[in-house]
């Protein structure tokens, strides 16, 4: 168990609906990392938060957006959502922005 | 930009033969590598990295990745190989900009069979 918990772990919804994906970090984790896994596009960075605020951004679609929360825990928001965001969505933690990350289960999102 | 390649999609070995899984990056400045590991209906685990120092980095479960810098390679590998070991294994760079986002490889999927 890596401490990461991510909620739900599976999502089945339609196209052009909204869901929020939901990561707890390790506890005294300051850094979360989003990142979405399909099997045309492997394993593609999204964004990531320090301490609530933005610090870096990847791949991330608008129609995708995040946030970190004083708790620390993180959001996903995938809105207006089409076919082709069915993937694996994994959040990822670290203590410090240069030490290992911590993977979650992640949660499996199927737009039909 | 940071990026890792994986140039084989699939790595099959026998129980107990070594097995070495290929990886070569390309960097701006000094590379900080790593590799993770994912089992099926898991999320990704670490299993070692390399920052500075000795070129053959030793990690979890047996693995140990060789640095070299010549031929901008970080190849995983291991002596002997367990059938446990099968899952999919990713290379990873970390990006520019000191964030601590990795870049990862397309990944490569490990068989060993007994």
């Known amino acids: 168990d890596s401490g990461v918990t991510q909620t739900p772990k599976h999502l089945i919804t339609a196209t052009g609906q909204r869901v929020t994906l939901r990561c707890s970090p390790r506890?005294?984790?300051?850094?979360v990392y989003w990142y979405q896994q399909s099997l045309d596009q492997g394993l593609q960075f999204l964004i990531q938060?320090?301490?609530?605020?933005?610090?870096a951004k990847g791949n991330i679609l608008e129609r995708f957006s995040a946030q970190q929360f004083p708790d620390l825990h993180s959001e996903l928001n995938l809105s207006s959502l089409e076919l082709g965001d069915s993937a694996l969505y994994f959040c990822?933690?670290?203590?410090?922005?240069?030490?290992?990350?911590?993977f979650g289960s992640g949660t499996q999102l199927s737009v039909l | 930009a940071q990026s890792v390649a994986q140039p084989e999609d699939q790595v099959n070995v026998a129980e107990g033969n070594p097995l070495t899984v290929k990886c070569t990056y390309s960097?701006?400045?000094?590379?900080?590598l790593f590799w993770y590991v994912q089992y099926p209906n898991r999320g990704l685990q670490f299993l070692l990295k390399?920052?500075?120092?000795?070129?053959l980095v030793k990690g979890s479960y047996g693995f140990e990745a060789e640095f070299n810098k010549s031929q901008t390679s970080f190849h995983l590998k291991k002596p002997s190989a367990l059938v446990s070991d099968s899952a999919l294994y990713f290379c990873?760079?970390?990006?520019?900009?000191?964030?601590?986002?990795?870049?990862f490889g397309q990944g490569t999927t490990l068989q060993v069979k007994p």
């Open positions: 506890s005294g984790d300051l850094s």
């Open positions: 990873a760079v970390r990006g520019t900009g000191n964030t601590g986002k990795l870049i």
């Open positions: 390399y920052i500075t120092g000795d070129n």
């Open positions: 938060y320090y301490n609530g605020e933005e610090r």
């Open positions: 960097v701006s400045g000094n590379p900080y």
């Open positions: 990822a933690s670290s203590a410090q922005p240069n030490e290992k990350l911590f």
